[in-house]
């Protein structure tokens, strides 16, 4: 009997990231069938993994969702009724494998009998033959598999792991992500940087609307949109109200940042964190009702009492109805001013936009170079989460150039580092000689041309870092930078 496991599943039992299972895979080091693994393929390719403690795994995850701020224990536990039929298809897979295994053991009794029956007119040398034939299928069934104790400790973390979360595959883009705890579809979606299509994420628009290839989901929030008779026929669901039973395959569109709206919305101050006298965060909570749908990487425009700025998002797609803004104090820019003495908790904040295509290409497995100038961290430090969340990139190096504001989230960053292998910080001190800074930089990356390069800060900054990095070997087509060149672009 084979047991295949999904290669999303094997990431997290073998406590290794997406990017270096993709290589083992394209190296020929670990063998797949359908995008599954077999258990006995995966004990081969992992002999020294420790199957009996998942100690390092859940280590691991507990910083990162410290680093990332997430509310780990609103989110847990699965929805009882999602948890109740995950337990009840369990229930059927056990009983199922114990109907199968009682059905073997009487096919070996009837066997034992055949062979007395066939013994009894038999040849000397057939009766031996039959004799060797009856030891040999009793010595190994008495025989436990020296892999035995390995194999019971891979299933039972597997079956662990598929109570406590499913596997969603999407069509056609190939995306994957894992829905963890009481998350719907698209709240784990874009917990996991997959950027889908929706509207209000709370049931009303129907633009979430996706179709069910494979698997089972359930619905866990009441929606007002109404699905028509034939869409529901056709297994067509809204994944703001949905979680997956099992593991699924969907059929649902995932947007560029062409393809996201243009959108206006009040948000409330949810606070305001000043960092140092020239830089402030501003914390902005959207409505229940309506989330803002936009990219890692894309700005927005805010007014208030009068002031208004555009402005890259610092935050992550995947923090709900939170948004963050940080903002350079500068005397020429109102709302920053607005930012340092006049906004209060609950003000309301317009928020138009999202802005931009300074975004992650997401189907890059690259490795990434960041540059981040001053406060251009803002829109860096979203793609950083963003690329995270995704976990695909070979590693990650972010170079932070200080200015007068200095390293204002610098425990952020190493907090980043402590928890991702693949993930590296470089600060460097604020100097008046930016070209030789950079000069620095580049000289570390002989091999420019495997890269892609996110750059943020003021258009001299950038044009410097470009033509440096271009003149080291990087490809064109691999440098982003933001403020870019369209003209909603922000500095
Ligand atoms: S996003 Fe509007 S109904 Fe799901």
């Given at each position: 009997m084979s047991h295949f496991l999904p290669l999303s599943r094997v990431t997290r039992l073998v406590g290794i990231s997406r990017h270096a299972l993709q290589e083992m895979i394209r190296c020929g080091t670990l063998d797949t069938f359908d995008g599954m693994v077999e258990l006995n393929e995966l004990l081969r390719a992992f002999p020294d993994a420790k199957w009996e403690d998942d100690a390092e795994l859940r280590r691991v995850?507990?910083?990162?969702?410290?680093?990332?701020?997430?509310?780990?224990?609103?989110?847990?536990?699965?929805?009882?009724?999602?948890?109740?039929a995950r337990l009840l298809e369990l229930g059927n897979e056990y009983a199922a494998t114990k109907a199968l295994l009682m059905h073997y053991s009487q096919v070996l009794s009837w066997l034992d009998e055949k062979i007395d029956e066939i013994e009894e007119d038999q040849s000397k040398e057939t009766r031996h033959a039959l004799h060797s034939l009856r030891a040999f299928i009793v010595r190994h069934l008495a025989e436990i598999p020296p892999d035995a104790a390995k194999i019971q400790a891979v299933i039972a973390q597997e079956r662990i792991l598929k109570i406590m979360s499913a596997q969603v595959t999407i069509r056609p883009s190939g995306h994957e992500f894992t829905v963890e705890g009481n998350d719907t579809l698209l709240e784990a979606a874009l917990r996991a940087g997959v950027s889908l299509n929706y509207g209000c994420s709370n049931g009303n628009c129907g633009e979430c609307r996706a179709r069910l290839i494979s698997g089972e989901v359930k619905k866990v929030h009441a929606h007002d949109y109404v699905l028509s008779q034939a869409e529901k026929d056709a297994g067509v669901f809204l994944m703001c109200s949905c979680a997956a039973v099992n593991d699924v395959v969907i059929e649902a569109g995932v947007a560029g940042a062409q393809d996201i709206p243009e959108q206006q919305l009040a948000a409330r101050v949810k606070s305001v964190e000043v960092f140092n006298p020239q830089i402030a965060a501003l914390h902005l909570l959207a409505p229940r009702s309506q989330r803002l749908h936009f990219l890692a990487g894309q700005s927005i425009r805010l007014s208030a009492l009068g002031a208004s700025g555009e402005y890259p998002i610092a935050s992550c797609p995947c923090e709900e109805r939170h948004i963050e803004i940080q903002i350079l104090r500068k005397p020429d820019d109102a709302f920053s001013e607005l930012l340092f003495g006049g906004l209060k908790v609950h003000d309301s904040v317009e928020v138009e936009g999202p802005y931009g295509e300074f975004v992650l290409e997401d189907a890059s497995t690259r490795p990434l170079i960041f540059v981040a100038f001053g406060v251009g961290f803002a829109p860096i430090k979203s793609l950083v989460q963003h690329a995270m969340s995704l976990d695909l990139a070979e590693s990650m190096d972010m170079h932070w150039l200080a200015d007068d504001a200095g390293h204002y989230q610098d425990n952020l960053c190493r907090s980043w580092a402590d928890a991702l292998d693949n993930f590296t910080y470089i600060p460097h001190e604020q100097t008046t000689d930016t070209e030789t800074a950079l000069a620095n930089i580049v000289s570390d990356y002989p091999d420019l041309h495997r890269f892609d390069v996110y750059a943020a800060g003021t258009p001299e900054q950038l044009q410097s870092a470009k033509r440096l990095f271009?003149?080291?070997?990087?490809?064109?087509?691999?440098?982003?930078?933001?403020?870019?060149?369209?003209?909603?672009?922000?500095g």
């Open positions: 995850t507990e910083i990162k969702e410290k680093a990332f701020g997430k509310r780990v224990f609103e989110r847990a536990m699965p929805d009882k009724e999602v948890l109740s271009l003149k080291q070997g990087l490809p064109e087509q691999h440098w982003r930078a933001s403020p870019d060149d369209s003209p909603r672009s922000v």
